[in-house]
């Protein structure tokens, strides 16, 4: 009897949480782009964006040149950081990459004659069209921030990957949040 109970007990439970639903997927609405203008001082509300360690004091005396070439990739990734990340169906820059892009601005004036591209990146969720036009909409809300920042803007081009090339696999939370980025890189 108590072996029957707990058979009992068991399956009931599994069967409750198989029936729970995911919170994250959420159906994509009729309208593409709900808000048409970039407003880089709002805070989406959907999911928490990843925080990455970068450097906020950007002192060169601490910087890392020992293993980057000055004005590189490699100095930018290392020493400044090369991404954004962004809440979900967003393109409005939160606080952090609104910091980091403060960085990536004093570095660009460091080297004025170094150019960057900047990706757009999204996640698995939603059709490909979708996703190239929302990476789009990410990578020149960067460009539009720097540019702010008194970067020349023929100095910086953009591209949208949209979903087609994640940083990470997996249909999950975490996987979903690092997918939704830009990328800056030197050309």
């Not at 729970?20 to 407003?39: M, V, W």
């Not at 989406?44 to 005396?61: L, R």
Request: glycine share 8%.
């Amino acid at each position: 009897m108590r072996t029957y109970l707990l058979v009992a007990v068991s399956a009931l439970s599994l069967s409750l949480g198989a029936c729970s639903s995911d919170n994250d997927l959420k159906p994509y609405g009729d309208e593409l782009f709900p808000n048409e203008q970039a407003n880089v001082n709002a805070i989406p509300q959907q999911q928490a964006v990843p925080t990455v360690p970068v450097n906020n004091g950007y002192d060169q005396s601490q910087m890392n040149y020992g293993s980057a070439t000055p004005g590189s990739q490699d100095d930018l990734s290392v020493n400044v950081g090369d991404r954004v990340f962004f809440g979900y169906d967003s393109y409005n820059l939160t606080p952090e990459g609104i910091s980091q892009l403060e960085l990536q601005a004093q570095w660009l004036r460091q080297y004025p004659s170094t150019n960057v591209a900047v990706e757009g990146h999204a996640d698995e969720r939603g059709t490909r069209e979708y996703n190239l036009a929302l990476g789009d909409r990410r990578a020149n809300a960067v460009k539009n921030y720097l540019v702010s920042l008194g970067v020349d803007p023929r100095r910086v081009q953009t591209l949208s990957y949209g979903k087609e090339r994640p940083e990470m696999l997996g249909a999950n939370s975490e996987s979903w949040a690092r997918n939704r980025r830009s990328v800056t890189s030197v050309q």
